[in-house]
């Protein structure tokens, strides 16, 4: 019974160890950003003011502006991913601290455990229709406006679904237990996946600006089915 114990109280703290280490790796990444826009901005730097908060204040509107300038001059596809990305990871955090405050109080605010027809409601159950509504819509309308906005109801519920991984394959609430455990790797093995795909289309992009400069973006993909053009 003692190792039973040990096991329970071990996957919660594995589970803030992991989170912790991404959430400081981002950290880092802002970190790095703040510093970099603060050493070539108008900023002072900390050695060339006495008030340095005043100055750290102007080197973070500075980088937030960066950060708002990049998104609007990034593509919507390139974009979309960002909010599917931003929106997966912060429902993510959210719904596991909501759900640990209910386990530890038995509220969170508004929230608490559902139950209906003597059933518990799972998250991932609306998780799953908020990812196939907003995905049949981006479907549906094919409007990249569209499909830069759906892409946060979609990114929050794939969240809510993966979040419950563990349960959806083991048939069981396994969702506190050490078995538990793979929910959380397969959640941030996704965040990870949705990272490293956004660097990468980042850097196909700036390979195309090189190797590509004349190419007409407007100029429609082909596809399999379309009329072949005049003289093919």
């Not at 139950?115 to 990249?144: D, K, N, Q, V, Y």
């Not at 979040?163 to 506190?176: F, I, K, N, P, R």
């Not at 190797?211 to 093919?232: C, I, K, T, W």
Request: aromatic residues 8%; glycine residues 10%.
């Amino acid at each position: 019974m003692a190792l039973i114990r040990r096991n329970r109280h071990r996957y919660p703290r594995r589970a803030l160890a992991i989170g912790a280490l991404a959430a400081g790796t981002t950290g880092t990444v802002a970190a790095a950003e703040l510093a970099r826009v603060w050493k070539r901005g108008s900023a002072p730097l900390p050695a060339e003011t006495e008030n340095v908060l005043e100055a750290g204040r102007k080197a973070s509107m500075e980088t937030l502006e960066v950060a708002v300038e990049g998104f609007k001059a990034t593509p919507p596809r390139e974009t979309a991913l960002l909010n599917l990305l931003g929106s997966f990871v912060a429902t993510l955090g959210f719904v596991r601290a909501s759900t640990w405050t209910i386990k530890r109080r038995g509220t969170f605010g508004p929230f608490r455990n559902l139950h209906a027809g003597g059933r518990h409601i799972h998250h991932f159950i609306p998780g799953i229709g908020l990812a196939f509504l907003s995905g049949a819509w981006a479907i549906c309308t094919r409007h990249e406006q569209y499909e830069n906005w759906l892409a946060v109801p979609f990114g929050a519920g794939v969240a809510l679904t993966l979040d419950e991984s563990a349960l959806l394959l083991e048939l069981e609430d396994v969702y506190w237990s050490e078995r538990g455990q793979i929910s959380v790797e397969i959640a941030l093995g996704a965040a990870a996946l949705l990272a490293t795909t956004a660097l990468t289309l980042r850097l196909l992009r700036r390979g195309e600006e090189k190797v590509l400069p004349d190419a007409d973006e407007s100029r429609p993909m082909p596809f399999f089915g379309a009329p072949a053009a005049p003289g093919a």
